[in-house]
């Protein structure tokens, strides 16, 4: 990792005080779209004079690549930056990539949403370069992602969920779709374990439209998620730090659509968001603390957003998901709940850039015997 990037760092102080933040997006993916927009509104808000940023893209082939057009808008101040950034480029070593320009601290933000970014496998290269970054380890990234895994560990942690099946490609026969239904009900909804996003999910009412959701998400994974269709609101809660996190208040998204799906997300803006989620304190108190239980579980640190369905008169809150790296385009839910807990976009960057400076220095104490 003894290389430079041959590029200039972005405007600012001219001393080597700033942190040099390397922010990582795009990825191979089917979440690179969302990974582009998001690190264009982060790049827009973290602060020239604190960062020298060097923005990196991952395009869809896995090519590494210095982003020089978002690089060029920086120079002349965030106003300039488009609304989704270009992950394609020159191609570049990616230890030249993360490699930063000159001296100072440095800290990763691996913007990178999905398989072969947000479940370890970034997280694991970056442990090696010995450099700081932004969210999970290895460990809590690859759990998290995992929504079969993650389902059994929550399990084992006693975190009510859903009624829920997982399966790989070659444990499924004609006769699966039946079972499933006699199993758990219909209608019934069916998920890639490694995705997110709501990328491959579909709700299925009857046999043969889940033998088309079954296909459809082993398209995407060989393992796949089939769990009961819960009747409940659907309540977010944001997590943020690490031995000490703290939960902020909690958010309800009411969709557009049957279901929060990937366009309601992030295509047509129709969903809601109830910010704070019409609770009572008691709920209020209870859903924070079952977030910060899961988050504590699947290993989790820097930040997560625990999403939770409300079965009310029924089962209470039950754990949908984790997601390690939620989404900060303008209709993100993780920065809006932090900005409603009085933590503004920038101030939120700044946390998380701490996060995972103070990370890096007790793990290298723990492991540098």
Same mark, same amino acid.
């Given at each position: 990792?003894?290389?430079?990037?041959?590029?200039?760092?972005?405007?600012?102080?001219?001393?080597?005080?700033? &942190?040099?933040?390397?922010?990582?997006?795009?990825?191979?993916?089917?979440?690179?779209?969302?990974?582009?927009?998001?690190?264009?509104?982060?790049?827009?808000?973290?602060?020239?004079?604190?960062?020298?940023?060097?923005?990196?893209? &991952?395009?869809?082939?896995?090519?590494?690549? &210095? @982003? /020089?057009?978002?690089?060029?808008? *920086?120079?002349?101040? !965030?106003?300039?930056?488009?609304?989704?950034?270009?992950?394609?480029?020159?191609?570049?070593?990616?230890?030249?990539?993360?490699?930063?320009?000159?001296?100072?601290?440095?800290?990763?933000?691996?913007?990178?949403?999905? !398989?072969?970014?947000?479940?370890?496998?970034?997280?694991?290269?970056?442990?090696?370069?010995?450099?700081?970054? %932004?969210?999970?380890? %290895?460990?809590?990234? /690859?759990?998290?992602?995992?929504?079969?895994?993650?389902?059994?560990?929550?399990?084992?942690?006693?975190?009510?969920? /859903?009624?829920?099946?997982?399966?790989?490609?070659?444990?499924?026969?004609?006769?699966?779709?039946?079972?499933?239904?006699?199993?758990?009900?219909?209608?019934?909804?069916?998920?890639?374990?490694?995705?997110?996003?709501? %990328?491959?999910?579909?709700?299925?009412?009857?046999?043969?439209?889940?033998?088309?959701? &079954?296909?459809?998400?082993?398209?995407?994974?060989?393992?796949?998620?089939?769990?009961?269709?819960?009747?409940?609101?659907?309540?977010? %809660?944001?997590?943020?730090?690490?031995?000490? !996190?703290?939960?902020?208040?909690?958010?309800?998204?009411?969709?557009?659509?049957?279901?929060?799906?990937?366009?309601?997300?992030?295509?047509?803006?129709?969903?809601?968001?109830?910010?704070?989620?019409?609770? =009572?304190?008691?709920?209020?108190?209870?859903?924070?603390?079952?977030?910060?239980?899961?988050? @504590?579980? *699947?290993?989790?640190?820097?930040?997560?957003?625990?999403?939770?369905?409300?079965?009310?008169?029924?089962?209470?809150?039950?754990?949908?998901?984790?997601?390690?790296?939620?989404?900060? =385009?303008?209709?993100?839910?993780?920065?809006?709940?932090?900005?409603?807990?009085?933590?503004?976009?920038?101030?939120?960057?700044?946390?998380?850039?701490?996060?995972?400076?103070?990370?890096?220095?007790? $793990?290298? $104490?723990?492991?540098?015997?």
């Amino acid at each position: 990792m003894a290389a430079e990037a041959s590029t200039s760092p972005t405007s600012g102080p001219s001393d080597d005080s700033r &942190i040099n933040l390397i922010v990582l997006f795009g990825g191979q993916s089917a979440e690179h779209d969302v990974s582009c927009t998001t690190a264009a509104h982060v790049l827009k808000a973290a602060d020239p004079a604190k960062y020298r940023i060097t923005p990196v893209g &991952i395009g869809r082939d896995g090519r590494w690549s &210095i @982003a /020089a057009q978002a690089q060029l808008a *920086l120079a002349e101040g !965030p106003h300039a930056l488009p609304g989704r950034l270009d992950a394609g480029g020159d191609a570049i070593e990616p230890t030249l990539a993360i490699t930063p320009h000159g001296a100072g601290r440095t800290v990763v933000v691996p913007l990178l949403h999905g !398989p072969l970014g947000e479940d370890g496998t970034v997280q694991g290269m970056l442990e090696l370069a010995d450099l700081p970054y %932004v969210g999970s380890g %290895v460990l809590g990234s /690859a759990v998290a992602m995992d929504k079969a895994m993650a389902k059994q560990v929550t399990a084992v942690n006693g975190i009510p969920q /859903a009624r829920f099946v997982a399966l790989r490609a070659d444990q499924i026969s004609p006769l699966t779709a039946g079972r499933l239904a006699d199993e758990l009900g219909l209608p019934l909804f069916v998920k890639p374990a490694n995705m997110g996003s709501s %990328v491959g999910v579909s709700k299925a009412k009857s046999i043969e439209t889940l033998r088309e959701a &079954i296909d459809l998400a082993l398209s995407y994974d060989e393992w796949i998620v089939v769990e009961e269709a819960i009747v409940g609101r659907e309540i977010e %809660v944001a997590v943020l730090g690490n031995l000490d !996190p703290r939960a902020s208040v909690p958010g309800e998204i009411v969709p557009a659509a049957e279901f929060y799906d990937y366009a309601d997300k992030y295509v047509d803006d129709g969903s809601q968001s109830l910010i704070p989620a019409p609770l =009572t304190p008691e709920q209020t108190a209870e859903v924070q603390e079952l977030a910060l239980r899961s988050f @504590a579980a *699947l290993r989790c640190e820097g930040l997560s957003r625990v999403d939770f369905f409300f079965e009310e008169g029924g089962r209470g809150f039950l754990l949908n998901e984790i997601n390690t790296m939620p989404g900060f =385009t303008p209709i993100s839910m993780y920065p809006k709940l932090w900005i409603a807990s009085g933590l503004s976009y920038s101030d939120l960057i700044d946390e998380l850039v701490r996060l995972a400076l103070e990370r890096h220095g007790r $793990r290298r $104490r723990n492991t540098s015997h």
